[in-house]
Each structure stands twice: as structure tokens, then as C-alpha cells.
């Protein structure tokens, strides 16, 4: 079926730097997300994206975090600077939208802050 | 904004057994959801989605049933095996001029023992 893929799969970075985090959705996706989960529990809702914009940002999406998609390559989160507490998972998503729409995860990218 | 409660956050039963994960939701504009399973250091598995339309929804050795009245979703496993063993998550999603964002559940880690 259809995958979002994510890359890299593990991230190892000093507190500080900046970090982007790659997706390449499915292919013709119109709607791109971005998850966070950290020890393995819950999904947390970081940010959507379509049409070039932001649609919606949690409460988790700091200033530090920012997403773009140019060009129609990569949807892309870079944090800068990075904090210990970012330390998860992130879990990138598309949809195509539409009344039958499912969301499809990628398999997440594990960024440590050291 | 929404809110998913998923329960039991842990469950343990012997093969064989069934088991039953519910997740109550709160806006009653809720239209699509969804049970993912997770196994350790994996990304997330779509078991089902569901739309508002149908109440009971059969897969490979589960049932999900949807009660719009009460605003629950139970994920029924029928007579589990060690492979189910997993991290199992419920989305839900609205539809709100395109703005798809699905909400999840904190979760329901199940151990099925030999």
C-alpha cells in the first residue's frame, strides 16, 4: 500500500543544534502532519500542513519548530535550537483529504538530544 | 477541541482470550475512525478505519464496534495470540473544511500470554 517514508530513522544530536527531520509522503497527498510520541505513548499532535501552510499548531509546536514542503520534495521539521525535552519520536503523516480519507503514518524518526 | 479516552491503559490476557480496548470521544462531529497497532520500535499499523455510517465493522480476527450515541469505539480482539502482543492506539477525525487531524487515545499496551 502506500508509505510515508521517514529519514532518518534514529537521530543523535547535541542540545543546542539544529535538527531536520525528512518526510517524503505519499505521492499524491495534499494534507502532511507531524506527531509526536515519546516512550512509546501517546500520539501527541505537533502541526498540519497544506497548501504551502500551517494550518493548525499544537500547544507542543513551539517556536523552535518550524515545517516546510518546497517544491513538492521532502515535508520537512527542523528544530532550532534543540532542547533535551525533544527528545521522542516523531511520526510523520499525509492524507489526500476527501470523504474517505486515511491518514498514513511513516514509521518515525527517534531524535535524542544529548 | 477533541478528546479521546482509551481504556485499560494495560491489558494482559492467555491466548485464547478476548480482549476489549474502548475509546470515548467527545465531539459528537466526529466522522472517521481509526485502530492502529504498534509493536515495539515500529511505526503504526492501520487495523481499521471506520466512518460514522456503520456501526459494526468485522476484520482478521477482531470486531470494531461504533456507538455514535454514547460516542465510544471498542477494538474486540476475538480470541487473541502472542502476535497481537502490541501498543494499540484509536484515532478520531473530523471534518472540519478539510482539516483533517487525527486525535488519538493515550494508548492500550496488551500482552497476550502462551
Not at chain 1, 510515508?4 to 502532519?33: A, E, K, R
Not at chain 2, 491466548?15 to 465531539?27: H, K, L, N, R, W
Not at chain 2, 472517521?32 to 476484520?59: C, D, H, R
Request: charged fraction near 20%.
Amino acid at each position: 500500500g502506500p508509505k510515508v517514508l521517514q529519514i532518518p530513522s534514529h537521530q543523535i544530536i547535541d542540545m543546542g543544534q539544529m535538527v531536520t527531520l525528512n518526510c517524503d509522503p505519499v505521492s499524491n497527498h495534499l494534507y502532511f502532519y507531524w506527531y509526536k510520541q515519546i516512550l512509546g505513548q501517546q500520539m501527541e499532535f505537533l502541526v498540519n500542513f497544506y497548501n504551502g501552510k500551517v494550518m493548525e499548531k499544537s500547544k507542543l509546536f513551539k517556536d523552535q519548530f518550524s515545517v516546510e514542503r518546497p517544491d513538492g520534495s521532502y515535508f520537512t521539521l527542523k528544530i532550532q535550537p534543540t532542547a533535551l525535552e525533544d527528545s521522542a519520536v516523531y511520526f510523520c503523516a499525509s492524507s489526500l483529504a476527501g470523504r474517505d480519507t486515511e491518514v498514513f503514518f511513516g514509521k518515525g524518526t527517534r531524535l535524542t538530544v544529548v | 477541541g477533541e478528546q479521546v479516552e482509551q481504556r485499560p491503559p494495560h491489558l494482559s490476557v492467555r491466548e485464547g482470550d478476548s480482549a476489549v480496548i474502548i475509546c470515548t470521544y467527545t465531539d459528537p462531529n466526529s466522522y472517521y475512525f481509526f485502530w492502529y497497532k504498534q509493536e515495539p520500535g515500529a511505526g503504526l499499523q492501520l487495523l481499521m478505519k471506520v466512518f460514522s455510517s456503520t456501526e459494526i465493522n468485522e476484520g482478521q480476527g477482531f470486531t470494531v464496534l461504533l456507538n455514535k450515541k454514547d460516542k465510544q469505539l471498542s477494538l474486540n480482539l476475538t480470541a487473541a495470540h502472542p502476535g497481537d502482543s502490541a501498543v494499540y492506539f484509536c484515532a478520531v477525525s473530523l471534518t472540519s473544511g478539510g482539516n483533517y487531524k487525527p486525535t488519538f487515545g493515550k494508548g492500550t499496551s496488551l500482552v497476550v500470554h502462551p
